[in-house]
């Protein structure tokens, strides 16, 4: 199981281009080749932050000047589960080719299950769309921007219960195929009497894939970020590079307050999860460093 980045798809301080986004998969995917190249099975997921903010906004805009029907962010996240998968398998089956390397891509718009009783639904902490002068009075709960850009709605983060379709998942992918899936952690959706119903909320894209990846049973984990290893004291004095961690060690780092929430922090809590559930490592590492068999900072029982 491969987590893609936020930098898989957009370098800070570029524009959210299609040509951007396109350069940018296809240079991660060919360093996903090497991984293909050593036999592996590949299951694909990634982040969607920025493209379905600039979604909601294109929503927004529409139904102020046009008096369009804003679409709810499940609908908004499903856009961006296609569309970023469009791009995967663009850039994916441009590098087979290269490589020779004969391997059907697959994408699969996935929901996640979340439960509708998640304490976050009570204070929810997600901050998406746009920024207003003054909070609309819609229902939703909106929070002050502390840079003073404004207010923002703000939505719950659950944690993922289950992933529809991860069986057949499985399946394609131990049959060869490259699969996509819980593209930006997932549409969120509860269980109902009439089936599942869609949620506002952002589901944590390192979080799902961790579960597809216990669901699937996977021997590994890679969590791709802009970083080569994971670090203590980072940017600081004593900053250290860590090759590998045991579960214990970091549990241990994450209490001290060692990684960064809204960075490394939910990256080696995927990792400690995948890992207590039967995953024999995870992976942290930047998709340039996949040419070597020992990259990355290794978390393991």
């Known amino acids: 199981m491969v987590a893609f980045g936020g930098n898989a798809l957009l370098r800070s301080g570029e524009p959210g281009t299609y040509e951007n986004q396109?350069?940018?998969?296809?240079?991660?995917?060919?360093?996903?080749?090497?991984?293909?190249?050593?036999?592996?099975?590949?299951?694909?997921?990634?982040?969607?932050?920025?493209?379905v903010g600039n979604v909601m906004l294109q929503h927004e805009a529409g139904k102020q000047l046009f008096g369009l029907e804003a679409m709810p962010m499940d609908f908004c996240g499903a856009e961006t589960q296609g569309s970023i998968a469009y791009l995967i398998e663009t850039g994916m089956e441009r590098v087979l080719r290269r490589a020779r390397l004969d391997r059907p891509v697959v994408s699969l718009v996935t929901r996640v299950v979340v439960g509708a009783d998640d304490p976050g639904f009570q204070n929810p902490t997600k901050p998406v769309g746009p920024y207003y002068a003054e909070a609309p009075k819609?229902?939703?709960?909106?929070?002050?921007?502390?840079?003073?850009?404004?207010?923002?709605?703000?939505?719950?983060?659950p944690r993922p219960i289950a992933i529809t379709n991860i069986g057949l998942v499985e399946r394609l992918a131990r049959e060869?195929?490259?699969?996509?899936?819980?593209?930006?952690?997932?549409?969120p959706v509860v269980e109902t009497a009439e089936g599942h119903r869609g949620v506002e909320a952002v589901i944590d894209k390192d979080l799902a894939c961790a579960l597809a990846a216990i669901r699937m049973k996977a021997d590994e984990f890679y969590i791709l970020t802009d970083v080569p290893k994971v670090y203590i004291n980072f940017r600081q004095p004593g900053e250290q590079a860590l090759d590998t961690l045991t579960v214990a060690d970091a549990q241990r780092y994450l209490s001290e307050g060692q990684f960064a929430e809204g960075s490394m922090a939910p990256k080696v809590r995927a990792g400690i999860l995948f890992v207590q559930n039967g995953g024999r490592e995870?992976?942290?590492?930047?998709?340039?460093q996949l040419d070597n068999p020992a990259c990355g900072t290794r978390i393991i029982p």
């Open 176 to 187: 060869g195929c490259i699969v996509i899936t819980v593209g930006g952690g997932g549409i």
């Open 282 to 288: 995870c992976i942290i590492t930047e998709a340039g």
């Open 22 to 51: 396109l350069r940018n998969v296809e240079q991660t995917c060919a360093q996903l080749a090497h991984l293909l190249q050593r036999g592996y099975d590949l299951v694909i997921g990634h982040g969607n932050g920025p493209q």
């Open 138 to 157: 819609d229902g939703a709960v909106y929070r002050e921007d502390p840079r003073g850009r404004g207010w923002r709605k703000v939505v719950a983060s």
